[in-house]
């Protein structure tokens, strides 16, 4: 059973976009389009594999290879401009999470806002609330707005939020570069549990040997291209 | 992992997965809502109190403007009580307006970093607006006692004219937040027509002497209606006009068109701020 399906996708995007439209381009709107087709490059080309549920698949790619575009899809933030894909389930990004906080929201308003975000019930959240708490180590400052926090807080909360709140496929990108060892030893134990629980799991490092160990299946893009798709084994053989 | 169902994502949405957006984003308004009314008056001194100052000043100014000033004189109903019933439908129309055409551009980050039905944004605007509706209404019970005046018994018309409003508001503000985002000019536009807007809407004084031209120009202004089947529901003997129902019939292609338009922008949005 898969839990993504991407189906030929292509992403296209422009120099030029609509925010750069002004009077003095309306006039000029020829030279505009010349222009315009010009500035069109695809950031993602014909790409198509599958990720079978409760696998952890490790994206990887130089810088630019549209593996941020590829996530920005899955995660339904952009639209792709031709192909398909088919999801199963609800997806959140770990750390992004913590882009809707609010830095003059206590952690604990943060935490059901977020909820809401993913499409949570109250009362879905408040069941999970006990276990984000506790892994963020934060204590009585939860009742504290976030701007109070330490960037150390900030991240393990986030990290908690993102952690607990339901969702049946989760994207890690870059995660572990944050927080101290320590902080990083449990994340990777909690990602492991994760997928003991059979959640599907999108990891992007640039640590080899954390996707090595962690990952079933590497998605390894190229300049927007598809190089490889398939089992860690086999990807280890090929570079 | 009980439930999973399967979302597509095709290059662009359908208006069924358009609509089941809507139907997903009540929740999500509320909480919205919630932390925008938390946000909007924490560390202020006077907290939110400020809920019935806005109105307050609103009010005094134009009694101040109109009677004083001007000397419009209004027939058969008291000036305050006439004033502050309009306000009702201007208050809520110019505080949910003002906002909206930087509603979405200012939740960029939030917009380009994480997937949430983005129409949430313009109903949650909406929920605060109501919120502030509350005070407003509260200066039209007190004028009502004020001025010793009966209700209409036109009051159980009195809902239904407020969700017209409602709607209209709504469709304002859905076409508004669209257009900014592809034509900036409106953050700037907006502020002048609200500018404006105030003293073109008989929000301060009556338009029953007008001729029928002029009549007719000022009804294509929905707001005119709105305040006029407003009045017509509270003021005992207040007549009704019947250019109001083009004022009804505008504000429901509003909000259409303007669900529509949000569909349309909302499928390359993040790419767009």
């Known amino acids: 059973m898969n839990a993504i399906e991407v189906d030929k996708v292509s992403k296209k995007y422009y120099k030029y976009d609509s925010s750069e439209k002004n009077l003095r381009h309306l006039f000029k709107q020829r030279k505009v389009m010349e222009n315009f087709e010009d500035g069109a490059f695809w950031a993602l080309e014909n790409v198509s594999f599958n990720i079978e549920v409760g696998t952890t698949v490790g994206l990887v790619g130089r810088n630019g290879s549209g593996k941020s575009t590829l996530l920005k899809i899955i995660s339904r933030i952009t639209n792709p401009t031709k192909g398909q894909l088919r999801i199963w389930g609800r997806v959140a990004s770990l750390l992004e999470v913590g882009t809707g906080f609010h830095p003059d929201l206590s952690g604990k308003e943060n935490i059901f806002f977020n909820g809401s975000l993913l499409g949570m019930t109250k009362l879905e959240i408040q069941s999970k609330y006990d276990q984000i708490l506790e892994f963020s180590e934060i204590g009585d400052f939860i009742h504290m707005p976030v701007k109070k926090y330490s960037s150390g807080m900030y991240t393990r909360l986030a990290f908690a939020v993102g952690a607990f709140l339901e969702s049946e496929i989760l994207i890690i990108d870059e995660v572990l570069e944050v927080g101290d060892s320590t902080f990083q030893q449990k994340c990777l134990s909690h990602i492991k549990h994760l997928k003991d629980q059979g959640r599907t799991i999108i990891l992007v490092s640039h640590n080899q040997t954390l996707i090595d160990t962690v990952c079933d299946s590497i998605v390894y893009l190229h300049k927007g291209k598809l190089l490889y798709a398939g089992p860690t084994r086999d990807y280890l053989n090929i570079i | ?273």
């Open chain 2, 1 to 273: 992992m009980s439930k999973t169902y399967v979302t597509f994502i095709n290059p662009q949405k359908n208006i069924y997965e358009n609509l089941r957006d809507v139907k997903l984003s009540a929740g999500l308004s509320v909480a919205l809502a919630k932390r925008d009314i938390t946000i909007r008056y924490v560390e202020t001194i006077l907290g939110k109190i400020w809920v019935i100052i806005n109105p307050l000043i609103n009010l005094c100014i134009l009694v101040f403007v109109f009677k004083n000033i001007v000397n419009a004189e209004i027939q058969n109903y008291n000036y305050l009580l006439f004033v502050s019933i309009g306000l009702v439908v201007w208050n809520y129309f110019s505080s949910v307006v003002a906002d909206v055409s930087n509603l979405i551009i200012n939740s960029r980050f939030l917009i380009q970093k994480i997937y949430f039905p983005r129409i949430a944004l313009v109903f949650s605007r909406m929920l605060v607006g109501s919120f502030e509706l509350a005070s407003s209404l509260g200066f039209v019970v007190i004028a009502f006692l004020y001025a010793h005046a009966e209700v209409s018994p036109n009051f159980l018309f009195f809902l239904p004219a407020l969700l017209i409003s409602l709607i209209f508001v709504l469709g304002s503000s859905l076409w508004i937040a669209s257009i900014s985002i592809i034509y900036r000019d409106f953050v700037h536009i907006v502020p002048v027509l609200l500018r404006v807007g105030i003293f073109l809407s008989p929000i301060g004084y009556e338009i029953n002497h007008l001729d029928k031209f002029t009549m007719n120009l000022y009804f294509l202004n929905p707001i005119t209606g709105l305040v006029e089947f407003l009045r017509w529901t509270l003021l005992k003997g207040y007549e009704f006009n019947p250019l109001i129902l083009i004022s009804i019939v505008l504000s429901l292609l509003l909000f259409g068109t303007g669900l529509l338009i949000f569909f349309k922008v909302d499928n390359r949005l993040a790419d767009r701020l």
